[in-house]
């Protein structure tokens, strides 16, 4: 099967700052993949051009067979990519349940005639419920978004995503901010989405216990660069990604 995801070349600078460079890799069907590289790295810039926040100044990226250098992240959302965040992205002021439903209710009008409006807003409502229970945020549904603890907050981010229905998932960061407890609760969390969705995964982390637990392959960048790709193992025992990045972590 040919790659759902593959960046060829992709360079962006902001001014005199080189941010990506060279980047070319391969997203295979179904995979659960990390990023990972230091503060500054460029992993949210890449995911910004992946998702069409950003255009990449040289290079191309093809989504299912298809180009989508430069399209907007409307289009790329319209295509299957869905995108939950560093800083999450909720509507504070709305419900849970709305948070999602307004997504799913979004995917739904892509595909239907505005006189379905009753029956698709039912739908959507059903969708979203079942997208909260996964998450186990479903006791939360009538709660104003901004009332939920933080790590609650990060995983609505990631119901939105879920509510586009998309085949290629990424997250930025999803455990940031969270007790080991709760980072725990999402590593195990982001494994059940994954099979249970049935997602091709990236996500962009800098707690290894997460990435080194539950990636089957990581990626590392380092000043924009692509420095490694490997399995689990590779990574952990590669000697310039020791001494670029993980040493501090590992010793
Ligand atoms: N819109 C922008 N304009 C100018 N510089 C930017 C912009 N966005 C990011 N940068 C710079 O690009 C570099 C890469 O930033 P980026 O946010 O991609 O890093 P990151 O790997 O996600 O880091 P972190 O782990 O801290 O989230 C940084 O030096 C950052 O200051
Ligand atoms: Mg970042």
Redesign the pocket.
Same mark, same amino acid.
């Given at each position: 099967m040919d790659p759902v995801l593959i960046l060829d070349g992709l360079e962006k600078a902001? &001014?005199g =700052?080189q941010?990506t460079s060279a980047m070319s890799f391969s997203v295979e069907q179904g995979q659960l993949s990390a990023i990972i &590289?230091?503060? &500054?790295? &460029?992993? %949210? %810039? =890449?995911f910004n051009q992946i998702t069409g926040y950003l255009k990449p100044d040289r290079g191309r990226i093809t989504f299912y067979g298809e180009e989508i250098t430069g399209l907007t992240t409307e289009q790329i959302v319209a295509r299957g990519m869905g995108r939950a965040f560093?800083i999450t992205s909720i509507f504070p002021e709305e419900t849970v349940l709305d948070n999602v439903r307004v997504a799913c209710l979004s995917k739904l009008n892509q595909t239907r005639r505005p006189l379905k409006a009753v029956s698709s807003f039912k739908e959507a409502t059903d969708k979203a419920y079942a997208i909260l229970e996964s998450l186990g945020l479903k006791n939360h549904s009538d709660r104003l978004a901004f009332e939920l603890a933080h790590g609650d907050q990060k995983l609505l981010d990631i119901g939105m995503a879920l509510g586009l229905e998309p085949k290629l998932l990424l997250l930025d960061?999803p455990t940031s901010g969270m007790s080991p407890e709760e980072r725990q609760l999402t590593r195990d969390l982001i494994k059940k989405l994954w099979k249970e969705f049935n997602l091709t995964m990236m996500f962009?982390e800098?707690d290894m216990d997460t990435v080194f637990g539950i990636a089957q392959v990581v990626r590392v =960048?380092h000043q924009g660069r692509l420095l490694a790709e490997g399995t689990p193992d590779e990574i952990h025992n590669n000697p310039e990604v020791i001494s670029a990045y993980l040493g501090e972590d590992l010793q």
């Open positions: 902001f &001014g =700052l941010v &590289g230091p503060n &500054g790295a &460029g992993k %949210t %810039t =890449l560093q960061e962009i800098h =960048l």
